[in-house]
């Protein structure tokens, strides 16, 4: 994003970078009024410790229909993290935690935190993991070898450790 300033015409520019969003969690919400996306970004960057960032889109993604994301960790506490949000939503809306559906991969389930763990992949590693089968297929389609995946458990640290190559 480039803004100028025509005072002084001072740049700020912000950028994505490779791999800047491994290892976060985006959380969408649809919301019907631009006011009210405005003031839930600033609510849920400023009363969360455990939000990156938030921010809503510029304009209508559909008629009366405005998105507010939220960037979270992806770490074992996330699904809780997620219950935290939507139970301190309750206070603005009429709905529970209950009520709410999440989606992931084009697949839509009521929320629950231990749904959400056993859907979402919740550290790096196990996003790698997942993520890794997929490329290599696209890898090998390609006619690109593919890469090793696998667990480094006790008989392979002692396999390599006995080889001298930990």
């Known amino acids: 994003m480039t803004t100028s300033n025509k005072i002084n015409n001072p740049f700020l520019l912000e950028t994505l970078d490779y ?12 919301i019907r009024d631009e006011q ?6 600033a609510w849920f960057e400023k009363g969360y410790d455990f939000i990156l960032d938030a921010d809503r889109s510029p304009g209508e993604i559909k008629p009366n229909r405005y998105l ?19 139970k301190d939503l309750n206070t603005l809306t009429e709905f529970q935690p209950k009520d709410w ?13 231990e749904t959400f763990e056993k ?4 550290s790096p590693k196990n996003y790698r993991k997942t993520h890794d089968e997929d ?13 090793a995946i696998y667990e480094r458990d006790e008989d392979m640290l002692a396999l390599q450790t006995a080889a001298g190559i930990k």
């Open 101 to 113: 559906t999440f989606v992931y991969k084009d697949e839509s389930k009521p929320f629950s935190v």
């Open 19 to 30: 791999k800047d969003m491994e290892g976060l969690i985006v959380i969408s919400f649809f």
């Open 36 to 41: 009210a996306a405005k003031d839930l970004m």
């Open 135 to 147: 490329l290599n297929e696209v890898r090998v389609a390609a006619g690109l070898p593919a890469k």
């Open 119 to 122: 859907t979402v992949p919740l």
């Open 68 to 86: 507010v994301y939220v960037e979270i960790r992806r770490r074992s506490t996330a699904g809780l993290n997620v219950e935290e949000l939507l």
